[in-house]
């Protein structure tokens, strides 16, 4: 356990249980066990593709639950990976060969969608109508996959690209599933009045089957923004990292390791903001 200075809380950045380690990610670490994988969500937190010094309290546990709630939610739509819940921040799954490719889907226009189409791009080969201001709904979700970079960034693919990595029966079942589960669960969460403007799914085969592994609509996969502040054409307050994304760029850095030390302040208010969502989305007390 690493403690944060002048910050009364412990926080965990790694773990180092007595079994093989399979691999470490950005914020999860993974331990091979034949068939299966524990995975524990650390609190660590990355920005800009670098992993910051600090973690944030409750981070790895707000995650890892809400990552639960989802895959039990979801699993009529499509299987996950999920095999038990060991403790708050650890979970037991099936191991899948990963499919290397993140598909990403947008509800809202922002981001790097937002830029490019600002430009008069098209994204992931798709024209959107013109006239659309920042942050506004579009007209229908779009799937915008992406490269899974170990390193460095992803890399936007167009719907061909896809076809040609995984074939078009497998590229049409993920699409179906990732439609399906974000016109579900966006509504479920705008009922608890969070919108779920954008994120990203994973997939992975086991036996055959394509399923879901991961992480599913969390704060670092998700742009999750509050309704009662929704406004179009403007920046909007988030539920994400993005606090801690502006924060970083407010200090001129160049987006090189090794990033800024993030203050108290930003620290707690992020892990507030993590704890939040879970709350609101699971409709569910975080203890």
Request: hydrophobic share 35%.
């Amino acid at each position: 356990m690493n403690k944060i200075e002048s910050v009364d809380f412990d926080v965990v950045l790694k773990t180092d249980l007595p079994l093989p380690l399979f691999r470490r990610g950005k914020v999860r670490d993974l331990y091979d066990l034949g068939d299966r994988l524990l995975i524990v969500s650390t609190d660590r937190i990355s920005a800009f593709d670098c992993v910051l010094s600090n973690g944030i309290p409750y981070k790895g546990e707000a995650l890892n639950r809400l990552s639960v709630y989802w895959f039990n939610e979801t699993r009529r739509i499509i299987p996950n990976h999920l095999l038990d819940v060991v403790d708050p921040r650890t979970v037991l799954v099936r191991k899948a060969e990963p499919i290397r490719i993140e598909f990403v889907i947008r509800g809202y226009l922002y981001g790097s969608a937002w830029e490019r189409y600002n430009k008069g791009k098209e994204i992931s080969d798709i024209r959107l109508p013109s006239g659309l201001r920042k942050a506004e709904k579009l007209p229908q979700p779009i799937l915008t996959p992406t490269t899974k970079a170990d390193v460095g960034h992803d890399v936007e693919l167009k719907r061909s690209n896809v076809v040609r990595m995984i074939g078009e029966d497998m590229a049409k079942e993920i699409e179906e599933a990732c439609l399906k589960i974000y016109e579900a669960e966006s509504k479920k969460a705008e009922s608890s009045e969070i919108i779920i403007a954008d994120t990203k799914f994973e997939f992975g085969i086991s036996d055959g089957q394509v399923m879901l592994i991961d992480e599913l609509l969390t704060p670092d996969s998700s742009r999750f923004w509050p309704v009662g502040k929704y406004k179009i054409g403007k920046d909007q307050f988030s539920f994400d990292k993005q606090y801690v994304r502006d924060y970083l760029m407010s200090t001129c850095w160049n987006k090189q390791p090794p990033a800024p030390s993030l203050p108290d302040h930003i620290i707690l208010e992020t892990s507030k903001k993590y704890i939040e969502a879970y709350e609101r989305l699971s409709g569910r007390r975080f203890r």
